[in-house]
């Protein structure tokens, strides 16, 4: 490990240059409100699909957020430097997004009423297409060839820990009927009938047009084309996309 670009957090690998000990702890003393959405993951398991997803969903389809404010601001990262930037200018119902394991989540999640989004995704096509982000990736070390990076990512030794880890905490949380699991397969097969499904776990009653409005809008083509959507807005510095384009290939990049 690179003990430029990453750290140990509590046991847990993250990059120094979007995860500085200042934004975690600003995670962890996060007053998380009632009506607050958090859909969690690990890392390249749908984080960026499910921004736009409970953008539009929350906003029973209104398509000014998606079309004026970059995902990473309407829908923040918990434990990322830019939500205490934003988290003022959020709107409730609030939505974030974490990679965060369940034991790291802050106290305020258990004593509110927020409810949790966990998306799993089959774990083979997780490992290539963080390989894939590695590459393009400025703030994370370079994976070396697939089959070293398949070893550290078997072992557990990447950013977030091991997937198996994660999945298993978020399994037993002990949040009863405010979280919801469903897989990122589920939202590939059929995204109105997941979107349904979000829908009512949220109390949003949406109507059969709104989600197929939303589900147009949140296909692959629309948010590849989307600025506000496809990471394109993000400097060079950051990311490189002459070495892999964020969105990849339709539904193998792990939007």
């Known amino acids: 490990m690179s003990s430029e670009m990453y ?28 009506d607050d959405v958090l859909a969690v993951t690990y890392p390249k398991s749908g984080t960026v699909w499910m921004q ?15 079309q004026t404010i970059p995902n990473w601001d309407r829908v923040p990262w918990l434990e990322n430097t830019r939500l205490a930037k934003v988290v003022d200018r959020l709107k409730s119902p609030r939505a974030l997004v974490s990679h965060f394991p369940y034991y790291l989540m802050p106290q305020s999640l258990h004593t509110s009423k927020a ?30 060839t697939f089959d070293e990076f398949m070893e550290k990512f078997l072992e557990g030794k990447v950013l977030f820990g091991k997937w198996t880890d994660h999945v298993k905490g978020w399994r037993l949380a002990k949040l009863g009927d405010r979280i919801l699991y469903i897989t990122y397969e589920e939202m590939v097969k059929d995204l109105p009938e997941a979107l349904r499904h979000i829908s009512d776990f949220l109390g949003r009653n949406l109507s059969e047009e709104t989600i197929q409005k939303i589900a147009e809008h949140c296909s692959f083509k629309s948010m590849k084309a989307n600025q506000m959507s496809n990471f394109s807005l993000v400097p060079k510095k950051y990311m490189d996309s002459e070495k892999s384009n964020f969105f990849r290939k339709a539904y193998t990049s792990g939007i």
């Open 7 to 34: 750290m140990y957090y509590h046991g847990l690998m993250v990059p120094r240059e979007t995860h500085p000990q200042e934004s975690l702890n600003f995670a962890q003393e996060f007053s998380f409100k009632d």
């Open 115 to 144: 409810k949790v989004i966990y998306i799993m995704r089959n774990p083979k096509d997780v490992m290539v297409s963080s390989y894939y982000f590695h590459r393009m990736a400025r703030f994370l070390e370079d994976p070396g």
């Open 52 to 66: 736009e997803i409970l953008s539009l969903v929350l906003n029973g389809g209104d398509l000014t957020p998606i």
